[in-house]
């Protein structure tokens, strides 16, 4: 049987980061992993492609290669052909040195959406709103690259991707409804954050696809 292909593309919550740590949740707890596991009977291969640090449009002045707009395209030509992509950035995107708005974010992910239907125009797009950062990310001790306003732009961006989603007419999922960061570090899945927001993505896309069918 040949196995269709799901890109999952996001940040440091794709590639399985454990809070508090620089270490990396091993595949049966990432849930990226997880859904590989679960989408595999029906004939789908699970690609992970998750970078910490990674913005949708943003420079990182320290760290070379987080901007997903100048990767993105590579990543699609080295995976084609690619049935689906799973697409969850915008985390990054709230720190206090790019001073976005959620609209600057959304804009970044619209970018990033016109560059997938231009090098991978058949792809069904499951757009991601991610986590909330917690209300401590910016104190002594945590994250203090976000401020405030940081915490606040992350709860504002569920909307603003929903309004995209619909735009496009693709799929989108809110992952806060499911998943929360892990109060270690505010930002990052813990174990069980992960999944949850595998179930969630796993039943979201069964339904898509059960839809695209009928």
Known sequence: MKLKQILCFGDSNTYGLIPGTKARY?????????????MRPYGYRVVEEG????????????????????????????HDPIDRIILMLGTNDCKSA???????????????????????????VLLLSPIYLGERVWQAGYDEEFDKKSVEVSKRLGDVYE????????????????????????????????SRLAEAVYNKILRDIISEAA
């Not at 001073?99 to 231009?118: F, K, S, V």
């Open 26 to 38: 091993d595949w049966n707890i990432r849930w990226s992993g997880i859904l590989g596991e679960r």
């Open 51 to 78: 970078l910490c640090g990674r913005t949708t449009v943003f420079d990182d002045l320290y760290r070379d290669g987080r901007n997903a707009s100048k990767m993105l395209q590579a990543i699609l030509e080295t």
């Open 98 to 124: 790019y001073n976005a708005t959620p609209e600057d974010i959304g804009a970044g992910i619209e970018l990033l959406l016109e560059q997938i239907e231009i090098f991978a125009p058949e792809a069904s």
């Open 163 to 194: 309004q995209i989603a619909a735009h496009h007419g693709i799929s989108f999922l809110r992952a806060a409804d499911y998943a929360h960061c892990s109060g270690i570090d505010e930002e990052h899945l813990d174990a069980e954050g992960h």
